[in-house]
Nanobody, 124 residues
């Protein structure tokens, strides 16, 4: 079972940047696609970004394309989400997960349990 812990959230002004991190424990991390999702109260959790097990392929939700970048370090068992040009509508709790990703699909189906997430608040 892959255990995941998110960090790096905080309060940032519109136009600012944050870098989220997801620390994984478990022997199968390097063979799994990883992804980021976010959720605001009263709404369903939504897909943000995914990256293949090798890091060679990444895809994004339309709402974050060109602003967010997902990356991973398999040696450190870490996944990152660099968020630039943040907008108030990016405010949410952000979660990472592993799952099933097919290149070109534009989505990752999450398979693991959800952690506590990390709160991102974009406000002036």
């Amino acid at each position: 079972q892959l255990q995941l812990v998110e960090s790096g959230g905080g309060l940032v002004r519109p136009g600012g940047s944050l870098k989220l991190a997801c620390a994984a424990s478990g022997v199968t991390f390097g063979s799994r696609a990883m992804g980021w999702f976010r959720q605001v109260p009263g709404k369903e959790r939504e897909f943000v970004a995914t990256i293949s097990w090798s890091g060679e392929s990444a895809e994004y939700a339309d709402s974050v394309k060109g602003r967010f970048t997902v990356s991973r370090d398999n040696a450190k068992k870490m996944v990152y989400l660099q968020m630039n040009s943040l907008k108030p509508e990016d405010t949410a709790v952000y979660y990472c997960n592993h799952g099933t990703y097919y290149r070109g699909s534009g989505y990752m189906t999450p398979l693991g349990s959800w952690g506590q997430g990390t709160q991102v608040t974009v406000s002036s």
